[in-house]
């Protein structure tokens, strides 16, 4: 808050000065308010780039979700403020200021509220633009210029102040004792600001113009210079030494109107002679605002700068750049390398994904200028090599930007540009990169030359694609690295490690370009084993447009795991429990095994415990437990403990590793409850009476709503679901474990299948069949329960306790049934004969064969079938499901769903179409891969394919298409 108070007041302030300066003044008025201006423009910038300063850059390479949030938490806001304030309006009429220095401040300011490509701005940038003559493109050419003007032909370096004195007698005028009394004069050209003085001085100004102007002026004046000492920036001393001057005629410099005043006519305003160091300085401002302008791909800003059509002055500013690289190429030195790289990232803005403006940079001979940079060896210090190296890597890049094929005549560009590009300079700027990389010990400096390295072989593979050879055939490495082990290292390192997909790219006029994309393939975000089959088990296969809407959600739940990994690597106090994963995890196994071992092995029954089972004399009632039981050999007591002792941390550190892995994907939350509350709340809802007691009931307790029940996706999962609670309870047994001498480690040995592929199919299984088991066991204690009641009533006397057989009451008349019907069948459980009965009775005989065949037929029969036949049913449709998971594997691509034997006919054959040009994994590595670019960093199709993600379209897989056919099915 106080820093946009703090630039609500300097744009008041601007907004003076711009009127002030648009009257008749002296020498003296005009170099103090043009020093008010200048200082005014700096704390202005300052209040944004002390924003900027306090994010931490190198997290653009690093961690390019961590800047974007630094970004969207520090310094967008302030941009979108001072934006919605109309500052870029305020600032704008002073870049025809004819003071260079002035000018410059202006576009410093521009930098800073376009820093990052901030939308807002550049949206009311290019309508203002657009749509008001400022001279803004003139202005930015004159600056260009002058860095040409001073590299062709050098100039002093000492500073002079220039003046042309031309006396011009003063008309007479009703207004010069205004300018006498006041020194200043402002005209009401605008309108005021909405106040009780300034409606008065409106007023004023109808009766009494003189009057008016006066009180305004004073008012201006005073606001002006309490405003100006309030910064407490600097002296004007100097300017003392400035006379009264002569009256001279002068033209606004906003070309305006013309206007007498009382001084020399002082050329430019008492500009400094620019030289070469000055002039890089401020072309280095003026292509940072070009670059920003056009930063994200701004299609509008890339046009307005190659040709303004609604001035009849064009400026080309694309061509100027072309033009300036190739002079800062031809003198590339220590001192301008960072305004070449900054010239070629403004190239590199302005031509991402925009065919004309590509053709105009390489009309100005870019190619020429990127083999001058490739070639150039005068470097004095390791610190100006890793320059002119970023630079190198730059270039490339611009390179790559050129090469990517998003309009129809791609083609032709990138055959003029393989006309011109040398090659050899090339594969040596990738040596000296990959070199760098791998010597760098910072971070950010690592990936943008790794980036380098990769890129410029892409660029070699782009212009194989268009000549229709192969990337050796084209570079061919073995000759030029023929005898240097190094750079045939670096080849195959490239080689392997780089990956491209085929994307369906829409062009601006709606055509369409199958193409293809190349990114360098990151081996720390590669899935693994698990992870792909969970993705190849679990993604729809109905048509080819289903696999690819679910495969993006699926690229969804990986990037949150990859992004999840990612952050506990970069904690130390987090990286810990990942560590030697997979070896802890194997001990963990073998120690669980071998545990049980010894319980199988060494335990036996106390002797004191076999000596009270033997004598006949004691009582065996009552049951014993055995706590402690015997173990033979005196040190496995020892053993065991140390042993446990291991298991139970590695398992307490197998529990935690667990949840931290998969705590993005874990739903603490109970389904089954939240489906019956949401099926309730569904009910209520069709009752007026009841719903309207029911908001009165949620009103009342705060607001409490019930929602509809949170599904899992992907690879998501329940917290009450099979594998978090094992794992937890895994570790309860063995803490147990370790109070009875082993016994609980029996409930460990589940470990040893847990990722077993079985088990899974058996728990998936039981689950899909969850419902129909629960509804079939009640149905099931249902008739037992019937069978109970009829035993009791009936049949209680044949139920003898000396035979285990109890009926004494109902209760253990249901258990009786339950335990006998289910283990064996009751019928033949049950004697023919009740109990004390001497003789056989057929009458008892014909009803016990009614009630024990219907038991047999309804309980043993139906009934334990129907829970088999519910549970084979389900293993056949998981089997059904594999078989035509697996067929579609073999038959069909999952990218274009384009069958087997097109590609076996017309191609290489399908498992290298679907390895190679279709690969599913490949595009989601690609995705991985922009996600770990800064968005505003992408290049054209990068863009194309991120903003579909974005948007959950599918129009960039190439469905129905392929390359290898021609680009179609």
């Not at 010597?439 to 990936?447: I, N």
Request: glycine content about 4%; overall charge negative; some cysteine.
């Amino acid at each position: 808050s106080q820093k946009l108070e703090k630039a609500k007041n300097l744009l008041i302030l601007l907004d003076i000065l711009f009127r002030q300066l648009q009257q008749p003044l002296t020498g003296r008025e005009r170099a103090e308010l043009d020093f008010m201006l200048l200082t005014t423009l700096q704390v202005l910038s300052g209040v944004v780039h002390t924003q900027i300063e306090s994010i931490d850059h190198t997290l653009q390479s690093e961690d390019p979700d961590k800047f974007e949030s630094e970004y969207d938490k520090l310094v967008r806001p302030l941009q979108d403020r001072l934006v919605l304030m109309k500052s870029h309006e305020k600032v704008m009429p002073h870049l025809s200021h004819p003071k260079d220095e002035i000018a410059v401040q202006v576009l410093v300011f521009l930098r800073v509220l376009l820093y990052l490509g901030n939308e807002e701005a550049q949206h009311k940038l290019g309508h203002l633009t657009r749509h008001r003559d400022t001279k803004f493109f003139i202005r930015i050419r004159k600056l260009l210029e002058n860095v040409v003007t001073s590299l062709g032909k050098p100039v002093s370096r000492k500073l002079q102040l220039k003046r042309q004195i031309s006396p011009i007698p003063a008309p007479p005028s009703t207004d010069n004792e205004i300018v006498k009394e006041e020194h200043i004069h402002v005209a009401l050209e605008e309108r005021l600001e909405s106040s009780q003085d300034q409606e008065q001085l409106l007023e004023g100004s109808v009766e009494n113009s003189a009057a008016a102007r006066r009180r305004l002026l004073v008012a201006e004046t005073s606001i002006t210079s309490a405003m100006f000492k309030s910064m407490s920036y600097g002296s004007i001393d100097d300017l003392d030494q400035i006379d009264d001057l002569p009256v001279v005629e002068e033209t606004d410099f906003g070309g305006l109107v013309k206007r007498t005043v009382r001084a020399y006519s002082i050329s430019g305003a008492g500009q400094l002679e620019t030289t070469t160091d000055d002039a890089i300085k401020t072309a280095g401002v003026v292509l940072d605002v070009v670059s920003w302008l056009c930063d994200g791909q701004n299609r509008e800003m890339q046009e307005i700068l190659r040709k303004q059509e609604f001035d009849f002055s064009n400026v080309n500013i694309v061509a100027e750049i072309a033009v300036l690289l190739q002079t800062l190429s031809e003198h590339l030195n220590s001192k301008n390398m960072g305004i070449t790289q900054k010239a070629i990232q403004a190239l590199i803005e302005m031509c991402a994904g925009n065919y004309t403006n590509q053709e105009m940079a390489f009309k100005g001979q870019i190619v020429d200028s990127i083999n001058i940079i490739l070639r150039h060896l005068f470097v004095d210090a390791e610190s100006e090599l890793v320059e002119l190296l970023e630079v190198r890597a730059s270039a490339i890049e611009l390179l790559e930007v050129m090469l990517e094929e998003t309009h129809e005549k791609s083609r032709d560009l990138a055959q003029g540009i393989s006309d011109d590009l040398n090659v050899n300079a090339l594969l040596i700027a990738m040596l000296e990169l990959e070199d760098l990389s791998q010597r760098s010990s910072y971070e950010h400096l690592k990936v943008k030359t790794s980036r380098g390295v990769f890129r410029a072989y892409h660029v070699l593979k782009r212009i194989a694609d268009y000549l229709d050879v192969t990337v050796d055939e084209y570079a061919k490495p073995k000759e030029r690295f023929e005898g240097y082990e190094k750079g045939l290292d670096m080849w195959t390192h490239v080689t392997n490690w780089s990956r491209s997909i085929e994307v369906n790219y829409f062009t601006k006029e709606g055509k369409e370009i199958l193409t293809r994309v190349y990114f360098p393939y990151d081996p720390a975000r590669e899935l693994t084993e698990d992870e792909k089959d969970v993705v190849k088990n679990n993604i729809v296969r109905e048509s080819p447009e289903d696999k690819v809407k679910d495969l993006l959600e699926w690229m969804d739940s990986i990037k949150k795991n990859i992004r999840h990994k990612f952050y506990i690597r970069s904690k130390p106090w987090l990286i810990w429990s990942v560590f030697l994963s997979g070896p802890r995890h194997l001990t963990l196994l073998f120690l669980t095994l071998l545990l049980n071992l010894f319980v199988i092995v060494l335990f036996e029954i106390p002797d004191d415990e076999k000596v009270r089972e033997n004598d006949t004399n004691l009582s065996n009632a009552e049951v014993t437990v055995i706590l402690n039981p015997m173990i033979p050999i005196w040190y496995a007591n020892y053993f065991l403990y140390i042993l446990g002792s291991i298991h139970l941390i590695l398992g307490l550190w197998m529990l935690v590793e667990y949840f931290m892995r998969e705590y993005p994907n874990i739903l603490v939350s109970f389904p089954t409850f939240e489906k019956i509350l949401w099926d309730l709340k569904k009910w209520v809802y069709r009752h007026e009476h009841l719903k309207n007691l029911s908001v009165q009931a949620s009103e009342t307790l705060g607001g409490v709503t019930i929602n509809p029940p949170e599904t899992n996706k992907c690879f998501e999962l329940y917290l009450l679901s099979f594998a978090p609670l094992y794992r937890i309870l895994f570790v309860i047994c063995s803490i147990l474990a370790l109070g009875t001498h082993g016994y609980f480690y029996c409930g460990c040995i589940l470990y040893v299948f847990l990722k077993s592929s079985v088990l899974h199919q058996v728990l998936t299984a039981v689950r899909r069949s969850a419902l129909q088991l629960i509804v079939v066991g009640l149905l099931g204690l249902a008739v037992l329960l019937i069978y109970a009641v009829l035993s009791f009533a009936f049949l209680h006397n044949f139920y003898d306790p000396a035979e285990n057989l109890f009926c004494n009451t109902m209760y253990q008349c249901f258990v009786s049934v339950i335990r006998e019907g289910l283990l064996d069948n009751l019928g033949s459980t049950l004697p023919l004969r009740f109990v004390g009965q001497e003789e056989a009775s057929f009458t008892i005989y014909w009803t016990r064969t009614i009630f024990d065949i219907t038991f047999f037929i309804i309980i043993t029969t139906l009934g334990l079938n129907i829970v088999v036949a519910i549970l084979v049913d389900r293993f056949s449709e998981l089997r059904s499901e594999r078989d035509e998971i697996k067929k579609d594997k073999l038959n069909y691509c999952f990218i274009c769903g384009i069958d087997n034997d097109t590609f076996e006919r017309k191609a290489k054959g399908f498992r290298h179409h679907v390895q190679n040009d279709h690969s599913k994994w490949n595009y989601i590595y690609f995705v991985l891969h922009l996600d770990s670019l800064y968005t505003n960093d992408h290049n054209a199709l990068e863009k194309y394919v991120f903003d579909n993600i974005q948007e959950r379209k599918i129009g960039f897989f190439p469905l129905r298409k392929a390359k290898v056919l021609n680009g179609t099915s």
